[in-house]
């Protein structure tokens, strides 16, 4: 079944809930995005009992601690598991040139050695390039440079095996160039800070953010049927899904979802929703 399991939903600062990522699985394979902040990547994956024999490839959006720090730990773990037999034999991590020397830096300084010497030999540092596709298990992925005017950060569109477009802009909002890559996608995972009543608290347009109906309103602009909102502040974590998806639903006329950590979100193809 074609499924998202969220492992972690909340923000850099979040102390409620993990950092923002996700395993995506296919009837065939399975990728995870982005890793948190550090080794509660091993917690998350064990409630959400999830293998590490599953975690054959990872797509690193960019550098932050918040995406990059867990991807670190999975490295470490992996490794091992490789070479004593008990892993399919390789993992491949996608990612920025950015993402690449900050990974190929960290492990060198702060890896054991004999870990370390198994990236590039079972472990591989893919290095992705803006409108690159390629096969991951039995998922067709289009990298794409968001075009941010900060840190390098890359998104991707994956066409599923039933058909179902499913589009991940990382943890920042739509930007135009972008277009080609979302208009009409089946499914949209969006960044929303916090709440758009809230803007004045978190002031998440200081910080390359947006709010919930802000990313309600760009997805009806570009026709998505379904809207999918992480990233978020953690403060109301108990009314944050029903908060959240009410103030995209305002301006988005699909199915808006925002789930919580370790819930999984079928893929499910359904009939465009979106009034006329």
């Known amino acids: ?44 994956l064990h409630k959400a009992h999830i293998t590490y024999e599953e975690i054959r490839h990872i797509f690193v959006t960019h550098v932050h601690t918040d995406h990059i720090l867990g991807v670190v730990w999975l490295i470490r773990k992996i490794s091992p598991l490789i070479h004593k037999g008990k ?6 991590i996608y990612c920025n040139s950015e993402v690449k020397h900050a990974l190929e830096t960290i492990c060198r300084l702060l890896i054991p050695r004999k870990i370390n010497r198994a990236i590039g030999e079972s472990i591989f540092l893919q290095e992705v390039h803006d409108g690159e596709q390629l096969m991951v298990d039995d998922m067709n992925m289009t990298c794409f440079d968001l075009g941010t ?26 930007y135009q160039r972008n277009e080609s890559y979302v208009r009409d996608c089946d499914w949209l995972l969006c960044e929303a800070f916090c709440l758009y009543k809230d803007r004045e608290q978190f002031r998440p347009y200081d910080k390359h953010h947006s709010t919930a109906l802000d990313a309600g ?38 199915q808006a979802y925002c789930p ?8 499910t193809a359904t009939a465009d929703s979106r009034q006329a």
């Open 1 to 44: 079944m074609n499924a998202i399991t969220f492992l972690g939903t909340g923000n850099a600062m979040c102390t409620r809930c993990y950092n923002t990522c996700f395993y995506i699985r296919s009837n065939g394979g399975g990728m995870l995005v982005d890793a948190g902040g550090g080794n509660g990547i091993f917690r998350q």
């Open 260 to 267: 919580n950590e370790l819930e999984t979100l079928p893929l």
């Open 217 to 254: 309103q760009q997805a009806e602009v570009l026709g998505v049927k379904n809207l999918v909102l992480y990233h978020t502040e953690d403060t109301n974590l108990a009314t944050r899904k029903e908060a959240y998806t009410a103030e995209a639903k305002t301006h988005f006329s699909g």
């Open 87 to 92: 892993h399919p034999g390789k993992l491949f």
């Open 149 to 174: 005017t900060k840190t390098m950060q890359y998104g991707f569109r994956l066409l599923m095996p039933d058909g179902q477009s499913v589009v991940c802009l990382g943890d920042e909002p739509f």
